[in-house]
């Protein structure tokens, strides 16, 4: 299972967050939201994202979806949802 952060954030801007947040995973940038769009995560004519969570297995199959993410407990969260999807 790979784990990948997207947001509408430059390349600048996420490799700061990165570093800064010391993170084991790569972010990705969509600066003109058409990844986010896709995904149905950013309003029309939106310059903010919904914050969700989307786990897809091996085969591209949406298993999961977490629209009500908490920062706090997330990590654990994702970490629970992998081990259930093996």
Known sequence: MKVFGI???DVRAQAA???AQEL???LLSDPDGSVAAKYGVLPPG???TQRKTFL???AGILRHVDDKV???K???SIADWIKAAK
């Open 7 to 9: 947001s509408l954030d």
């Open 17 to 19: 967050f990165h570093a």
């Open 24 to 26: 084991n995973f790569p």
């Open 46 to 48: 939106g310059r903010f």
């Open 56 to 58: 897809i297995d091996r």
């Open 70 to 72: 908490d920062v706090t």
């Open 74 to 76: 997330h990590g654990a």
